[in-house]
């Protein structure tokens, strides 16, 4: 009951802040923003899809995305990657290499989205059956970034940002790349 009140407030909250116009120095923030967090495992917001399990093959996308990201997330992920097996159409064969990112879908078009139905991903059958039906609004997306793990246990998504204003910024950017 406490944790539907605090998503309840939040969604609340960004209701009333998101009937703001966003400026273009909030949507040139939350671009960087994008870049800096949420690039190395959701790619670029171009209209063209880069393909998910990529072999770990590709040492200069690698360093290129690596390069684009804050010191902490890029300490992050690469602890993160040996921990990834090679990625196929049968799933994950154990092996302990590491496919190169996006480890995430694409999140163009993320707003207004059904929750679940990027094509080509494999989302876990936790977040399918929690997820089922939800589309992703401003308010949702506000709540997701806040702490994925709270709302859906065990998902994949270990990226969490208490901070209201970057979570706005990185909205907005996301909103505005349909």
């Not at 671009?31 to 200069?60: M, N, T, W």
């Amino acid at each position: 009951m406490k944790r539907l009140c605090s998503i309840l407030g939040v969604s609340i909250t960004l209701a009333f802040a998101s009937a703001l116009p966003a400026s273009a120095d909030d949507l040139a923030e939350g671009a960087e923003l994008y870049v800096s967090q949420c690039k190395i495992c959701h790619g670029d917001l171009a209209e063209e899809e880069v393909g998910f399990g990529e072999p770990f093959s590709s040492p200069p996308r690698i360093r290129l995305a690596m390069e684009s990201v804050t010191a902490s997330t890029r300490d992050f992920i690469s602890q993160l990657i040996p921990a990834f097996g090679t990625r196929s159409a049968s799933g994950f064969t154990g092996e302990r290499l590491a496919f190169a990112p996006p480890f995430g879908p694409n999140l163009r078009g993320i707003v207004g989205r059904a929750a679940g139905t990027v094509e080509g991903y494999t989302y876990s059958e936790t977040m399918l059956k929690t997820l089922k039906g939800m589309e992703w609004t401003e308010a949702a997306l506000n709540v997701w970034i806040t702490n994925p793990q709270a709302w859906v246990p065990g998902v994949y998504m270990y990226y969490k940002q208490e901070d209201p204003e970057i979570r706005r910024k990185i909205i907005l950017y996301l909103k505005a790349n349909p």
